[in-house]
């Protein structure tokens, strides 16, 4: 790991490389619901998420610069999941069961604890 930068800048970088693969999966998936829903009418859409997520382990790779595996796993898992959720909730307007939304809790209070 070779992170040559000031200390005070440095742990924001990280949260940028989870940030920039959360946000391909807040892409991908969210184009993918559309296409399964019928918003997006193409039999070749999927190609396009394939395409997207061949660019994920390479960003991956390159966040390893800045920051451990364990880290940068939980900081895109962590924004991922926000985003997606919020994205299926708010956009798609899907709902949850009382038993789902517990679960929902307890995975960020994993990912938090």
């Given amino acids: 790991m070779h992170n040559l930068l000031h200390p005070s800048t440095s742990m924001f970088i990280p949260i ?3 940030l920039a ?4 999966d807040a892409f991908v998936l969210s184009g ?9 009418k193409s039999p070749f859409f ?3 998420p394939t395409l997207v997520y061949a660019l ?3 960003i991956f790779r390159m966040s390893l610069d800045f ?6 796993n939980l900081l895109w898992d962590l924004i991922s999941d926000i985003l ?3 994205i299926g909730l708010w956009w798609f307007g899907e ?3 009382g038993p789902k939304k517990f679960g929902i809790v307890l995975s960020f209070v994993s990912i938090l604890s």
């Fill in 16 to 18: 940028g490389f989870g």
């Fill in 21 to 24: 693969m959360a946000l391909i």
């Fill in 32 to 40: 993918i619901k559309a296409e399964h829903i019928g918003s997006i």
């Fill in 46 to 48: 999927m190609i396009i």
């Fill in 56 to 58: 994920q382990p390479w």
């Fill in 67 to 72: 920051s451990t595996l364990t880290v940068m």
């Fill in 84 to 86: 997606v959720t919020a």
């Fill in 95 to 97: 709902t949850l069961s």
